[in-house]
């Protein structure tokens, strides 16, 4: 986990919240279990109307730039790398692109030596269907999570950004993630420092719509 995004940073990059015209399916039903369930939650959200969980980009995409993005000071930092990687692949990000560039020519756009590895193992994973993306929508969470965790450099944290952000998953709790345990620890501890046994016993009352209470925690966390 610490060789994730945000671990090591605080910050979000490639996980950041998005708008988007496409509201997932259970987003009201979970806004009003969620306003009526949490007194916190009933506060913040009416804070952030008309806006909600958008979907990014394709599954190897959505990998592609996690990795890139790992270990990175700032948003701008991730965004300049992801820059690179989409020159040099003719800004087709693919597996074949990128199994073809290889580590000589990830390492020539400017990506790290175990970046480059990430990300050839990744290409390698989907072109020989070690992977089954295709599957990921019908598989349960931890079964996703699984397939996603046997790439080198996608740990747990990674996935369940995938799961949310990509998949759209309704009820995953990431609680290796900074940002939330931030939030928890601001809006319900008074800004003392949560354990996760604490972030999971509040996160009781939203189940089963954490992807959408961890949402909304983190909305409040972005500049207005």
Not at 195 to 218: D, M
């Amino acid at each position: 986990m610490k060789s994730e995004v945000m671990a090591e940073t605080g910050e979000h990059t490639s996980a950041a919240p998005l708008d988007g015209a496409e509201k997932p399916a259970y987003w009201d039903a979970a806004v009003a279990h969620l306003v009526k369930r949490d007194r916190i939650l009933r506060k913040l959200i009416p804070q952030h109307p008309e806006v909600h969980l958008s979907t990014q980009d394709e599954p190897f995409v959505t990998l592609a730039r996690a990795i890139i993005g790992q270990q990175t000071s700032t948003r701008a930092t991730a965004d300049a790398l992801w820059e690179r990687c989409l020159a040099a692949c003719g800004r087709r990000v693919t597996p074949a692109v990128v199994a073809k560039l290889g580590l000589e020519g990830l390492r020539a756009a400017g990506l790290s030596q175990r970046k480059s590895e990430y990300l050839v193992d990744l290409a390698l994973h989907f072109q020989e269907r070690r992977v089954h993306p295709a599957k990921w929508a019908h598989m349960d969470d931890e079964a996703v999570i699984g397939e996603l965790t046997s790439i080198r450099g996608i740990g747990r944290w990674t996935a369940e950004m995938f799961l949310i952000f990509n998949l759209r998953r309704p009820d995953i709790l990431p609680l290796d993630d900074p940002g939330l345990l931030r939030a928890i620890s601001l809006h319900y501890f008074s800004g003392e420092p949560v354990s996760r046994f604490e972030a999971r016993e509040v996160a009781q009352a939203w189940k089963p719509w954490c992807t959408v209470a961890t949402w909304y925690l983190w909305r409040s966390l972005a500049p207005r």
